[in-house]
């Protein structure tokens, strides 16, 4: 199985990191773009965890992960070299996905998390994973008709 020499793996890694996400980024957004999905912003400063994707007036954030900077459980693997490195690294990169998300149902901000492997296999169903989720989400103009609903309900004295 290991047959790729240590430079040539370090190398590999390098262009994992300054290339992989980049295009896998790409690739959604080329995907909303030719779908006429508008409404996003990439990567708001505002916006904990600075998501890839955020649609604010929904308030969806959409991350897409590379599958070995994120462990995705299909095709992530510890590389053999450093193994110690890497395991602690890839936990932690792990850990602050989870606490992110955390952070973000917190603030009823609604996740759609997109796996590099899975945008490149089968677009279409990312798209849809993310429509769904959108159209799941009341617009703030729904939102605010609420107090109306309840203001009627519990008339003032
Ligand atoms: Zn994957």
Redesign the pocket.
Known sequence: MDFITTAKRSRNMRAIKSSSNTTTEMRFRALLIRNRVAGWRVRPKNVLGCPDFYFSSRLVAVFVDG?FWHC?????HTPKANRRYWTKKLEQNKQRDICINKLLRSQGIKLVRI????LRAAPQSCLKRLLRTLDTVASPRKLHRIPDVLAAKFPRR
């Open positions: 599958c995705c459980p299909k095709c992530g796996w590099e492997c899975e």
